[in-house]
């Protein structure tokens, strides 16, 4: 992957808040810059708000997103180390 510019920057702001934003125009690498990201500098589960039954759940219970994306991280950490 080129690294990109922002690359840094979000990985600083991710060490002081739980969600960072990443916006902009459409295909210009938004989402192959956030999962690159994963597993290798950030412990962290994507999601996208495009999968329709994603959003219907975010919808219905916003809490979910957090504990799947919570459980999603620890599950994948305990694989890691056995």
């Known amino acids: 992957m080129i690294r990109r510019y922002l690359q840094d920057p979000l990985l600083e702001s991710l060490k002081h808040f739980p969600a960072v934003l990443l ?3 459409r295909q210009v690498g ?3 810059l956030a ?3 994963i597993g290798a500098s950030w412990d ?3 999601l996208t708000l495009d999968d329709r039954p994603i959003l219907d759940a ?3 219970d ?3 997103v957090c504990q799947w994306t919570s459980d999603a991280c620890c599950h994948r950490r305990s ?3 056995t």
């Open 35 to 37: 999962q690159a990201l």
């Open 44 to 46: 962290a589960a994507y």
């Open 62 to 64: 916003p809490r979910w």
């Open 58 to 60: 975010a919808l219905r």
């Open 23 to 25: 916006t902009g125009a």
């Open 79 to 81: 694989s890691e180390s």
């Open 30 to 32: 938004k989402s192959t």
